[in-house]
C-alpha cells in the first residue's frame, strides 16, 4: 500500500501561482506519479505525470507552458508548479501513483494509488 499526501492548494487571484506537493510513503523513483484534476460536473483529466525512472514527463496540452512537473526523489516528493493560472483550472486536483509499467497519455484507470485531493481555486 502506498500513501500519498497532496499539500499546497489554495485561492489565488488570476495569474498567480502555485505549486502542489505530492509526499509519497515509499520511493517516487520506481512509480510512475501523476497529477490529475476534477472540476465540478466534469471528467477527471490528467494534468502532468512523471514516469519511472525519470525517463519521460507528460504535459497535458490545456496546461503546456503554465505546468511544469518535478520529483525530488531523495524526499518521495512530486511537485506540479502552476504559472499563469486561469478561472478554468479551478478544480480539485489529486496526486496518483502507479508501480506498473505505463506508457503514453496518462489514464486515471491505471492508477492504483490516490491521495486525498488539494483544491485549488482561481478567481478572476
Known amino acids: 500500500q502506498v500513501q500519498l499526501t497532496e499539500s499546497g492548494g489554495g485561492s489565488v487571484q488570476a495569474g498567480g501561482s502555485l505549486r502542489l506537493s505530492c509526499e509519497a510513503s515509499?520511493?517516487?523513483?520506481?512509480?510512475?506519479v501523476g497529477w490529475f484534476r476534477q472540476a465540478p460536473g466534469k471528467e477527471r483529466e490528467g494534468v502532468a505525470l512523471i514516469y519511472t525512472g525519470n525517463r519521460m514527463k507528460y504535459i497535458a496540452d490545456s496546461v503546456k507552458g503554465r505546468f511544469t512537473i518535478s520529483a525530488d526523489h531523495a524526499k518521495n516528493t512530486v511537485y506540479l508548479h502552476m504559472n499563469n493560472l486561469t478561472p478554468e483550472d479551478t478544480a480539485m486536483y489529486y496526486c496518483?501513483?502507479?508501480?506498473?509499467?505505463?506508457?503514453?497519455?496518462?489514464?486515471?484507470?491505471?492508477?492504483?494509488?490516490w491521495g486525498q485531493g488539494t483544491q485549488v481555486s482561481v478567481s478572476s
Open positions: 515509499r520511493s517516487t523513483y520506481t512509480m510512475n
Open positions: 496518483a501513483a502507479s508501480p506498473s509499467p505505463m506508457t503514453g497519455t496518462p489514464s486515471a484507470a491505471l492508477f492504483n494509488y
